[in-house]
């Protein structure tokens, strides 16, 4: 089985079984489920998709060719700016780094921008679901005459080095030398170069502002104020509900994540933390109803032995041990340029209440007086128009990026650029 909208293929069905117009198809790796019936004309089956608990009505049509997802924001070529390949390296690392860089077409130096992508292994585009953030961010901006580089996480696509066993400090670091290298371009502004940090680029981008005092600005997407393990335990909740499942079963799940993060934050051996989190998990497998194990098909609680090794190794990663015990409020209190920080109403992986106002304090406490902090409506973690801002929602959903959240993010860097721009006027003068 394929799932073109969250780009899934060769899903292994273990079991069919057809008879009278009814077909069913069952895949265990996945706890899914099938179950219609073939209409009269021999090209329609209408039935229920089983899994996680849930019940989806839905018709299955036959088709010649396999559907196109549409991302009608994507940009055409030929663009109206220019766009470069460009490599350069984290000397401090040893590694190499490779991104596109777009500049305008009139005359510069030019207002530029780094993006940062977010969590887990990302290239350039920042590419999920089918969709590229990134891309469309990047397009839109120099359009705006702001010229942006977009980059390939490291050990992704054309960089060099190990995502896996990085930490946010490895990744500030890349971000670093990524904006030495803009500094090194004669089309570029220095003074009027900053970040956008989506998601977990959003913590970075404080980390390396706090340390970079010629920044001059940085964007913050959906960007954390909560501690790791705070963040992680209230997006779970989140995403948990969005899809439907009991409260009473998202309760047990929060105890058992907390008990797994104690393990992590009290036992330095990766080994031994690893098999306590195994036995954590087993016993809670085993105590779960039938019922509760179809809802639970979520990474951070496994179904099988096999996935169970690997959430072992996914908790006890360098880059995952860094995350759950960072807490970005000391970065953000040490951020004196202007601010930008904005998250969708609906998101269920940084919860926009929580984190702004964390963020908002941090930048309080530390005088920043520069700041503009933003909730916008009906928006996901993608900044999406969404229904229910639940992660299965993001690859059926068109729109990449909100046009709204374009423009305010555009607007404010235009503003900004331009304030500085004529102050070193009339420094100049």
Not at 334 to 343: D, E, G, R
């Amino acid at each position: 089985m394929d799932s073109p909208a969250q780009r899934v293929s060769c899903i292994p069905v273990e079991n069919i079984d057809y008879g009278d117009g009814k077909l069913l198809l069952e895949m265990s790796s996945i706890m899914g489920r099938f179950e219609g019936m073939l209409k009269e004309d021999g090209e329609t089956l209408e039935g229920e998709w089983r899994q996680r608990g849930r019940i989806i009505p839905i018709v299955l049509k036959r088709v010649d060719e396999v559907p196109v997802l549409r991302r009608p924001q994507d940009p055409v070529r030929p663009y109206p700016y220019d766009e470069e390949e460009v490599v350069y390296e984290n000397k401090e690392a040893g590694i190499r780094l490779a991104g596109t860089l777009t500049l305008p077409r009139t005359e510069g130096p030019f207002p530029a921008v780094l993006l940062i992508t977010g969590a887990y292994e990302q290239n350039r585009n920042e590419e999920f679901f089918g969709h590229r953030p990134f891309l469309v961010l990047s397009d839109y901006l120099t359009r705006r005459g702001i010229a942006v580089l977009r980059v390939d996480d490291r050990g992704v696509g054309g960089s060099g080095g190990n995502f896996s066993r990085a930490t946010i400090e490895d990744f500030a670091g890349d971000v670093l030398a990524g904006l030495e290298y803009l500094k090194s371009r004669k089309e570029i502004d220095p003074g009027r170069t900053g970040l956008i940090g989506h998601s977990q680029g959003g913590e970075i981008a404080p980390m390396v502002a706090g340390g970079a005092p010629g920044l001059a600005f940085i964007v913050l997407m959906a960007g954390p104020g909560q501690n790791g393990d705070e963040l992680s335990l209230s997006q779970n909740r989140l995403r948990m509900a969005a899809d439907g499942v009991p409260e009473e079963l998202i309760d047990k799940n929060v105890v058992i994540l907390k008990k797994v993060f104690t393990v992590f934050k009290e036992e330095g051996n990766d080994t031994i933390a690893g098999e306590k989190i195994r036995t954590l998990l087993s016993d809670f497998h085993t105590n779960l109803s039938e019922e509760e194990k179809q809802y639970l098909m979520n990474p951070e609680i496994p179904l099988s032995a096999k996935v169970e090794t690997e959430v072992r190794s996914y908790f006890t990663s360098p880059w995952k041990r860094n995350l759950l015990a960072y807490d970005p409020k000391p970065a953000l209190m040490k951020v004196k340029c202007p601010v930008l920080a904005i998250n969708g109403e609906k998101d269920v992986q940084v919860p926009p209440e929580e984190n702004l106002r964390a963020i908002e304090k941090a930048l309080e406490a530390g005088g920043n007086r520069d700041y503009t902090i933003k909730e916008l409506p009906g928006l996901n973690h993608l900044f999406q128009t969404a229904q229910t801002g639940s992660i299965s929602e993001y690859a059926i959903i068109e729109e990449t990026i909100s046009p709204v959240a374009l423009k305010l993010m555009g607007d404010w860097i235009s503003e900004h650029t331009r304030e500085m721009e004529k102050s070193e006027s009339k420094v100049r003068i």
